[in-house]
């Protein structure tokens, strides 16, 4: 240990996993994602804007969401929706702000697999088009955040 772990009581210790290094390096640029995403797109952009601006937030809803298109504003479908964004928001936007400590990145991580299970059933049930690049950025996300999480270090508080 050195001097400073010691002094705040934790232990720290270097990640021995070959490949994994540039892994922690991800850490910064993830903090953004999270944090933009959750409470740039989530909270202002899907939740906040429509009730500032209705028609400028119903044209933002709905290009970021094909699936929410043509849904009258503030119904009961899309009060629904802005309360699912207002959670993953704060999951995601949280998970940011806090994100050297473990549960952080679970909260996170699970806010993407619940966008991932909803968006799915949505384009099941309404059918959109051109939906693999909003997939193959939830799956990479999904990815990374697992990835960070399994290679998060460890500290024990004394």
């Not at 409470?39 to 119903?58: E, M, R, S, T, Y």
């Not at 473990?102 to 049930?125: D, F, K, P, Q």
Request: aromatic fraction near 8%; hydrophobic fraction near 55%.
């Amino acid at each position: 240990q050195d001097a400073t772990a010691r002094e705040i009581g934790h232990h720290s210790r270097p990640m021995h996993r070959p490949g994994f290094a540039a892994i922690g390096a991800m850490r910064g640029p993830l903090r953004i994602l999270l944090i933009g995403w959750g409470f740039g797109l989530d909270l202002f952009l899907l939740c906040a804007l429509p009730c500032i601006n209705v028609a400028v937030g119903i044209a933002v809803r709905d290009q970021v969401c094909p699936w929410m298109a043509g849904v009258p504003a503030f119904s009961v479908a899309h009060r629904q929706f802005m309360l699912c964004n207002l959670s993953f928001g704060i999951a995601r936007g949280l998970g940011g702000v806090f994100m050297d400590e473990t549960g952080a990145y679970c909260i996170a991580m699970l806010s993407y697999l619940a966008e991932a299970i909803v968006v799915v059933m949505e384009w099941r049930l309404h059918g959109v088009d051109q939906a693999l690049p909003a997939t193959a950025l939830l799956f990479a996300t999904l990815v990374a955040m697992l990835l960070c999480l399994s290679t998060a270090p460890k500290t024990k508080t004394q």
